[in-house]
């Protein structure tokens, strides 16, 4: 079945730092990918995405390529500030109208 | 701009009792979910809906029952609640590839089984 492997949290940085969080997948066919973002006691928030092979999806300053070759889906961000303190969650989603399957979550701490 | 509307946002319960989770969502979308979200173990699908008057299970289905009332509405039932299911339930919508590719989520619902 389908899988996501987020890399081990939780994430402390200082702001202005440079981001990367992990993101590995498997996967049948051409899913779709995604990052959300969830911020202290509120719901998912989709951050960016991409639909097929090196697709780039922005937002926010937030990054995210899709590679088939290596199967990955880093998020980056070049200056983090404190008010991206959240949850990150990678995810795919099978093609069409297939279930979306979530990575475990890292947990983002930026300091002042 | 509702979205996905979730219904009760925090719920207590005794153990044995049972609740009905609400879920309406108003962006026409053919695909419904719900998750549950524990600490450090991200989302799980408990179930899921491809389209009205469809229904398949998630990965942990037990404990949990679901009706897609029409298009707009997908509730999840609890039968019998147990110290096992306090968690934070999400519902969610999405459409069918293309630009209704994205699932959208509701805000949450916070339960408690005591």
């Known amino acids: 079945g389908n899988s996501v492997t987020q890399m081990e949290g939780p994430v402390t940085l200082s702001e202005e730092a440079f981001l990367t969080i992990n993101c590995t997948y498997t996967a049948t066919g051409y899913p779709s990918l995604f990052w959300y973002v969830q911020y202290p006691g509120e719901g998912l928030q989709l951050l960016l995405k991409?639909?097929?092979?090196?697709d780039k999806g922005s937002n926010k300053g937030f990054e995210a390529t899709y590679r088939k070759e290596t199967t990955s889906f880093h998020l980056e961000k070049g200056s983090v500030q404190v008010s991206d303190s959240a949850v990150y969650f990678c995810?795919?989603?099978?093609?069409?109208?297939?279930?979306?399957?979530f990575g475990q979550g890292t947990i983002l701490t930026v300091h002042p | 701009n509702a979205g996905v509307t979730q219904t009760p946002k925090f719920q207590v319960l005794k153990t044995g009792q049972s609740m009905t989770l609400q879920c309406a969502q108003d962006m026409n979308h053919n695909s419904m979910y719900w998750y549950r979200q524990d600490p450090g173990m991200g989302l799980r699908l408990i179930y899921y809906s491809a389209s009205e008057g469809t229904t398949d299970k998630g990965e942990v289905p037990n404990g949990y029952n679901v009706s897609r009332l029409n298009k707009r509405e997908f509730s999840l039932r609890l039968e019998s609640a147990a110290p096992s299911q306090t968690s934070v339930y999400f519902c969610a919508a999405a459409g069918w590839g293309g630009t209704g590719n994205t699932i959208y989520f509701g805000e949450g619902s916070w339960l408690t089984v005591v």
């Open positions: 991409a639909t097929k092979a090196d």
């Open positions: 995810a795919l989603r099978e093609a069409s109208y297939g279930k979306l399957t």
